[in-house]
């Protein structure tokens, strides 16, 4: 009996010390450095990034970048194919207010919706390839590649 105490007592205050640590580096690593959406802008730990702040959380994940790169393509053509759709809006707009052009002003709507739906269709494209940057850069934050 005296023995089984003395054996729990010296079990229970080894496995006390070792799982006694204050800070658990994956938990630390997962709660201050990793990235994640926060409305329009991003979060890293108690810091407010935005998109263009982005390109520097990259350095060590080559995929990450990649998609990173990708997604900042697809959201500057979504932005051109954005200010294209506005001019061709206020085009068909300006042309019924004016002389009353019916085709010219049909014409520019159409232009005006496809290039709405094409700035919409990049601009998907930008959040996915950015999502998938982001998750490709936390993956290999949290879990380095050991070599």
């Not at 580096?25 to 979060?43: E, W």
């Not at 350095?59 to 697809?74: A, E, F, N, V």
């Amino acid at each position: 009996m005296h023995k089984n105490l003395c054996f729990f007592l010296i079990v229970t205050c080894f496995t006390n010390i070792a799982f006694s640590q204050k800070t658990d580096s994956l938990k630390y690593k997962y709660t201050n450095q990793t990235i994640y959406r926060y409305g329009g802008a991003f979060m890293k730990g108690n810091e407010r990034l935005y998109f263009k702040d982005l390109s520097k959380e990259f350095s060590m994940s080559d995929l990450g970048l990649i998609s990173y790169t990708k997604s900042r393509k697809y959201r500057n053509t979504s932005k051109i194919f954005s200010y294209a759709s506005m001019f061709a809006g206020l085009a068909a707009v300006s042309i019924l207010a004016n002389n009353g052009n019916r085709n010219l002003a049909l014409g520019f709507y159409g232009g005006h919706m496809l290039t709405m739906y094409g700035s919409m269709k990049y601009r998907s494209l930008s959040t996915q390839s950015l999502d998938r940057a982001l998750w490709q850069r936390n993956k290999d934050l949290l879990f380095p590649e050991t070599r």
